[in-house]
């Protein structure tokens, strides 16, 4: 007969309920037996001074030991700086995803979940830094803007947002953007409030550096815009885009802390822009501004996108063809219309013609840097033909001296009748601005869509020369070099531009060919070299006001120094003196160093020069 089972014996230790055994022994799974103040395996292991419970019902001794050593280490900082510390406040969860920023999913933040960083573009390496600051010498696959502080907002004075142009709680019945995800990215420079932090000094800040940046408009009314009704004030996307631009330029100033800040405000103030067909303008500047901080940090895909956007928006509201009247177009009733209302006075179209002129430049220069088609169209089509009249100064718009133009091609009308001397105007410093642009992306684009099959044609041949011929007249026509320096500042810096842009424009013509043929070897070798006797005319002052784009202009003219190096250098059977070139690389190096400290994408090109010199 089988044995009776007994009952278990109930001697033994009763289990515990599921979340009851000690920390220790739940992380190595063995059973606990939930003795206080230490369990038996704790104590077996001589670990009884380690054992803790998590049961709901308070925290644990480290959690309480950690938070104390906390507190006693903000109380260090307190006292010894006491004129940096900052009033206590509760902060947000800073675990919580923001709705316009991403988290870093790496493990290396994971101590840090609310750091933020900008994706970068896709620049195949990152620029290199060298010794040089590396707040100012930036990779393109690393550029982070400053870190905002929590103190940052008192200073700013958030509590009162409406009062605080550019940055208002509403517009057009949008909320604000929550500002206090920036929270969790501290920096400990930004303590205390300081005078030069208030819009009107942001605006003081940029409005010398308007014309590095591209933007041309009515000083006078743009300060005025600070007082006025938010309605009537301009766009916070613009102004936030010029706060950007202000704190970008103060670098390694305390201003710059604030950089992050007004680039999260100005692209979350495009969607409402875009909303009100009043504030177009606005949206195109400030998509200009957005395009040239990307592309001058090396940040290419973005910079393109903003360009493209600001491209579009312009044709979209037929900035491109102001002055020239009703089109005839058979339009149905119900097809969308996207005319701009008329302007109020010629101030207001003049700042109009220079919006879209500095969408023009904007996309010609750099769709050459960035080695794609320009995206503004320019043919014999009626939508498509850019016939708005070259842009003047915003005082002759002021003083009524304008062009109301004729309504017939405009940079179409440069190129076939240049020639004619009855035809030739626009030779304000603006419009030969334009006209250096219309080169350089027409150079490039001649001479890229060159093939073996194009020499057959002849065609190739008859446009090469045609447009060699118009690099050399436009030259001719600009101010000679010994006179640039006497110009006014803001005509010195765009002329220095200007003869950069039509000598890189001839190099760019000949590039494809001066490797095999002797005489576009030499003309592109007098054209880098007449590039460097421009740069003679850069005083120490001027680099902090020159657009970014003259440093392509320069890393075109070290490329075909770098050829001719090259070339000297494997000469047979001895190699000949490469003093000469040398020194034209060395004086390259010098401008490009030097304007590389404020824009890391010429600071790359700067690097890949010393990398030549060096012989790397």
């Not at 700042?351 to 023009?360: D, G, L, M, N, P």
């Not at 890189?504 to 070798?525: N, Y």
């Amino acid at each position: 007969m089988a044995e009776e089972r007994k009952p278990p014996s109930s001697t033994g230790p009763a289990p515990l309920q599921r979340g009851k055994a000690c920390l220790r022994c739940r992380k190595r799974k063995m059973r606990c037996d939930g003795v206080k103040p230490a369990c038996a395996q704790c104590v077996r292991a001589k670990k009884g001074d380690v054992c803790e419970y998590d049961d709901g019902k308070g925290k644990t001794r480290t959690q309480i030991m950690r938070e104390h050593i906390a507190r006693l280490e903000m109380r260090v900082r307190e006292l010894e700086n006491p004129e940096q510390s900052a009033p206590s406040m509760t902060l947000f969860d800073p675990h919580a995803l923001s709705p316009y920023y991403s988290e870093s999913s790496s493990s290396s933040s994971y101590d840090s979940p609310g750091k933020l960083s900008y994706s970068a573009s896709a620049s195949p390496t990152p620029f290199p830094l060298g010794e040089q600051d590396p707040r100012s010498m930036l990779s393109p696959l690393s550029v982070t803007t400053p870190d905002v502080d929590p103190a940052t907002w008192d200073s700013l004075s958030f509590a009162d947002l409406s009062s605080v142009p550019g940055v208002n709680t509403t517009f057009n019945g949008m909320e604000a953007p929550p500002l206090d995800h920036i929270l969790s990215v501290a920096s400990p420079a930004a303590r205390v409030a300081r005078p030069s932090d208030s819009p009107r000094n942001r605006l003081e800040i940029f409005i010398p550096h308007r014309h590095q940046c591209g933007l041309d408009i009515h000083v006078g009314r743009l300060r005025d815009s600070l007082n006025l009704a938010p309605a009537d004030q301009r766009h916070p996307v613009l102004m936030n885009a010029i706060y950007l631009w202000a704190c970008y330029l103060s670098r390694p100033g305390s201003l710059s802390q604030y950089e992050q800040l007004y680039l999260s405000r100005t692209v979350v103030s495009i969607g409402d822009a875009m909303q009100l067909t009043s504030k177009v303008v606005d949206l195109i500047q400030a998509c200009c501004l957005l395009s040239v901080y990307y592309l001058s940090n090396g940040r290419f895909l973005e910079g393109s996108y903003y360009s493209a956007a600001a491209s579009t928006m312009a044709i979209q509201c037929r900035l491109h063809q102001i002055g020239s009247g009703a089109q005839s177009m058979n339009l149905d009733s119900w097809d969308a219309s996207f005319d701009l209302p008329p302007p109020k006075d010629n101030i207001e179209r003049g700042e109009r013609i220079a919006t879209f002129w500095q969408v023009y430049n904007l996309d010609r220069c750099w769709s050459v840097v960035l080695r794609r088609p320009a995206t503004l169209p320019d043919s014999d089509h009626p939508w498509a033909s850019i016939t708005t009249p070259w842009p003047q100064r915003i005082e002759d718009y002021e003083n009524e001296d304008l062009d109301v133009g004729g309504g017939s091609p405009t940079i179409r009308g440069f190129f076939v009748q240049q020639g004619q001397a009855s035809s030739l105007s626009g030779f304000s410093t603006v419009a030969l601005r334009v006209k250096a642009s219309a080169l350089f992306e027409g150079a490039n684009r001649l001479s890229s869509s060159w093939s073996p099959r194009s020499l057959a044609s002849g065609s190739f041949s008859e446009n090469f020369a045609a447009f060699e011929h118009s690099i050399m007249r436009f030259t001719t026509t600009l101010l000679p070099l010994h006179q640039v320096g006497g110009a006014i500042p803001d005509d010195k810096y765009a002329l220095i531009v200007i003869h950069s842009l039509a000598h890189a424009s001839m190099i760019r013509l000949h590039a494809p060919f001066m490797r095999d043929d002797a005489v576009s070897r030499e003309k592109s070798l007098r054209a880098a070299r007449a590039l460097i006797h421009v740069t003679k005319l850069v005083a120490d002052a001027d680099f902090e006001f020159l657009d970014p784009v003259i440093g392509s202009c320069w890393a075109s003219a070290a490329k075909v120094l770098e050829n001719e190096l090259s070339r000297l250098q494997s000469s047979w059977p001895d190699p000949l003196n490469t003093m000469e070139v040398r020194a034209d690389l060395e004086s390259l190096l010098f401008v490009m160093t030097k304007l590389g400290a404020k824009f890391p994408l010429v600071a790359y090109h700067s690097a890949k020069v010393q990398s030549c010199l060096d012989g790397e």
